[in-house]
């Protein structure tokens, strides 16, 4: 249902912020000049973002995981105005602040146990970033520079700067446009595809043999729990990341644990890796951290970790963003923990997991649907062929949602305040969508 209110922006203002952009402005894996323009959103409100001409379109993206509250949440609009009444943001070296620790002392109470010491990073390619050079620096330290390679799984997606594309899928990642820079990891096969599925032994074979023939060379294994996200939106039975665990823990080395995506209850956990009732020895956040309002990641470690890293030759860990800590994030930050708390996030995502699981029941069975699945406040209709982008996102708008897929995926990760009705409208265009995939003609 859309509905029309007075435009915000007239059609000329638009149509010349549009040429603009298209002709200026970088978007996300995109060419410039772009081919097509993108929308122009004017405001954004609970679950809703409103156009330049008024349109309204339910967001069933969160805006890529991030907007677990919605758009201008009086709580979070408030933290962020009462941070602002006091500064916006000082450096971090040398100095500290209420927000940061306030913050931080959270995390560590949420997070598993073992996880003590936090790193601010600005964003979630940055917090994999320091992930790395954590578990890096903890073998030069140890006396064991060999141990500077990476275990991790085909399918996976870290963020998009050079030490984290080294551990991004090898296929649908960017490794062949810059295969001769990359640092050379270890990749073990996709874990075998459905949360629910049996556990595989010749997978968890295959795991194993990787993990004894590198060994003497691995510092850490990196995963994404349970869910890989940008990498092809791929659900993983828990048992692979408990072998994972134990795998780490017969040698020796680290295992880090990507939750950028899967953290903050999306998957019907708190962390993904509750699935499994394992913990990691570095843990990456971003992306909900701060509900949706500004860019935050943080990358937790273990004492041990923590340690090894100091008492090595460099003495500190070797990473400090100018933004690092920014008071505003970090305000946002404790006020969305807050409210992910005092509000019952599980009841909301289950209910948007029955939901979607109900309301796309059968979609799977359609012609050109490969895969229908649904885990947490999350759903994924797969197509047998890479989707046409524009096609899909005008069958999403005369329902007046907004979906953005890639490749053969058409996904949604509603808020997690979508009404039932809400959440009901946005499967009803996914449905509408994988319906179009066996329709023949034009
Ligand atoms: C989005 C994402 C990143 C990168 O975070 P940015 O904030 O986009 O840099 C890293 N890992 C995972 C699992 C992600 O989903």
């Given at each position: 249902m ?8 007239s059609?000329?203002e638009?149509?010349r912020m ?8 970088w ?10 323009p993108?929308?122009?959103v004017v405001?954004?409100?609970g ?9 309204e379109l ?8 991030a907007?677990?509250?919605g758009y201008?949440h ?11 009444g006091?500064?916006?943001?000082v ?11 306030r913050l931080?002392e ?6 598993p ?5 936090v ?10 970033e320091?992930?790395?050079?954590m ?15 990476l275990?991790?799984?085909r399918?996976?997606?870290h963020?998009?700067t ?8 090898p296929v ?7 295969s ?12 075998p ?5 049996d556990?595989?032994q010749g997978y ?6 990787l ?6 060379e ?21 048992e692979y ?29 708190l ?7 394992v913990?990691p020895?570095?843990?990456c956040?971003?992306?909900a ?5 500004m ?17 090595g030759?460099?003495?500190a ?10 008071p ?7 006020a ?20 979607l ?6 979609a799977?069975g359609l ?15 797969e ?8 096609s899909?996102q ?5 329902y007046?949602?907004w979906l953005?897929?890639?490749g053969?995926?058409?996904y ?5 305040v979508?009404?039932p009705?809400?959440?009901?409208h946005?499967a ?11 329709e023949?003609?034009?």
């Amino acid at each position: 249902m859309i509905s029309l209110r007075l435009g915000r922006m007239s059609p000329h203002e638009t149509e010349r912020m549009l040429d603009f952009d298209r002709e200026h402005i970088w978007h996300p894996y995109a060419p410039m000049p772009a081919p097509v323009p993108a929308l122009p959103v004017v405001s954004a409100s609970g679950v809703r973002l409103t156009l330049a001409d008024g349109t309204e379109l339910i967001d069933g993206m969160s805006s890529w995981w991030a907007a677990v509250h919605g758009y201008r949440h009086p709580d979070l609009d408030a933290a962020v105005t009462r941070q602002l009444g006091k500064m916006s943001h000082v450096m971090f070296g040398g100095l500290t602040h209420p927000p940061a620790v306030r913050l931080a002392e959270r995390l560590v109470e949420l997070t598993p146990e073992p996880l003590t010491k936090v790193f601010f990073a600005d964003s979630g390619s940055v917090g994999v970033e320091v992930a790395i050079k954590m578990a890096l620096q903890y073998w030069r330290s140890q006396g064991r520079p060999e141990r500077h390679r990476l275990l991790t799984v085909r399918g996976g997606y870290h963020g998009d700067t050079f030490g984290d594309m080294a551990v991004c899928d090898p296929v649908n990642g960017m490794h062949h446009l810059f295969s001769d820079v990359l640092a050379r990891h270890v990749f073990a096969p996709p874990p075998p595809l459905g949360y629910t599925a049996d556990p595989d032994q010749g997978y968890l074979d295959e795991l194993a043999r990787l993990a004894d023939a590198h060994a003497g060379e691995l510092a850490a294994i990196i995963v994404e729990p349970v869910v890989q996200g940008a990498g092809g939106m791929r659900f993983y039975a828990p048992e692979y990341l408990r072998a994972l665990r134990d795998i780490a823990d017969e040698h020796g080395i680290l295992l880090v644990l990507d939750e950028i995506a899967t953290g903050f209850g999306r998957t019907g956990e708190l962390w993904g890796c509750d699935h499994a009732e394992v913990s990691p020895d570095i843990m990456c956040l971003g992306k909900a951290l701060t509900g949706g309002y500004m860019t935050m990641a943080a990358t937790l470690c273990t004492d041990r970790v923590a340690h090894g890293i100091t008492s090595g030759e460099a003495g500190a860990l070797m990473h400090g963003p100018t933004f690092m800590a920014n008071p505003l994030a970090a305000a946002v930050a404790s006020a969305s923990i807050d409210l992910l708390q005092t509000r019952d996030w599980r009841d909301e995502v289950d209910t948007i997991e029955a939901i979607l699981t109900s309301e796309l029941d059968g979609a799977a069975g359609l012609p050109g649907v490969a895969d229908v699945r649904v885990l947490g406040a999350i759903g994924v209709v797969e197509a047998d062929e890479p989707v046409d982008v524009a096609s899909v996102q005008e069958i999403a708008m005369s329902y007046g949602v907004w979906l953005r897929p890639f490749g053969r995926l058409v996904y949604t990760m509603p808020p997690y305040v979508c009404t039932p009705d809400e959440t009901t409208h946005i499967a009803a265009a996914l449905r509408a969508i994988a319906e179009s995939f066996g329709e023949t003609g034009d």
